[in-house]
């Protein structure tokens, strides 16, 4: 079935640091894939989404490029805040059938001043 | 902006009680979803409903049951709360399918079985 793998948390970088959290897939065929933040005490909100391949989302100073050849989706940012701190959840919609998302384990993150 | 509103964000109840965990949305989707997020377990979900009245199971439903009798409104039901049900409760919901299968989450409801 349909899998997501993220990079193991948690991740701790100084403030304006470089960030790239890592998640691959396994589906069929060519799933929409989502990113999505959980602020401290909070819900999970969207924090960007690619629907086909080649496509980059960005949202907030984050991007991430839907690379069908690696079946990957890696978050990156240029230079984080201590606002970014937030655990990171990499998603996958099923193309047909039940609406679940499939996440991935989610990452911590935490930013240092 | 989407809403989706858990009835309490933090809860103690006792072991075998029956405890019910309210949630309601305000953007008329059609689908809703109980998850469970666990250190280390991330988000498992527990059941999710597409219509009223209608529900699924999802990768944990044992221990629990749900409630949807209006479209607004999905209700997760522990009918005898154990300690190993201690957790973060989230309920999202959302519509449409693929790239339109955006889910909007409410704060989360901490329980606590003691």
């Known amino acids: 079935g349909d899998s997501v793998t993220q990079m193991e948390g948690p991740v701790t970088l100084s403030e304006e640091a470089f960030l790239t959290i890592n998640c691959t897939y396994t589906?069929?065929?060519?799933?929409?894939l989502f990113w999505y933040v959980q602020y401290p005490g909070e819900g999970l909100q969207l924090l960007l989404k690619a629907t086909k391949a080649d496509d980059k989302g960005s949202n907030k100073g984050f991007e991430a490029t839907y690379r069908k050849e690696t079946t990957s989706f890696h978050l990156e940012k240029g230079s984080v805040q201590v606002s970014d701190s937030a655990v990171y959840f990499c998603?996958?919609?099923?193309?047909?059938?039940?609406?679940?998302?499939?996440f991935g384990q989610g990452t911590r993150l935490t930013i240092n001043p | 902006d989407v809403k989706v509103t858990q009835s309490s964000r933090y809860l103690v109840k006792r072991t075998g009680e029956k405890v019910f965990l309210e949630c309601v949305q305000d953007m008329d989707h059609e689908n809703m979803f109980w998850y469970r997020q666990d250190p280390g377990l991330g988000l498992r979900l527990i059941y999710f409903?597409?219509?009223?009245?209608?529900?699924e199971k999802g990768d944990i439903p044992e221990g629990y049951s749900v409630s949807r009798e209006k479209k607004e409104r999905f209700s997760l039901i522990l009918e005898s709360a154990s300690t190993n049900q201690t957790s973060m409760y989230l309920c999202?919901?959302?519509?449409?399918?693929?790239?339109?299968?955006?889910?909007?989450f409410g704060a989360g409801t901490r329980l606590s079985v003691l």
């Open positions: 998603a996958l919609p099923p193309m047909r059938g039940a609406q679940k998302l499939v």
């Open positions: 589906a069929t065929g060519y799933p929409s």
């Open positions: 409903s597409y219509d009223v009245k209608m529900k």
């Open positions: 999202a919901s959302g519509s449409g399918a693929g790239g339109k299968n955006i889910q909007y």
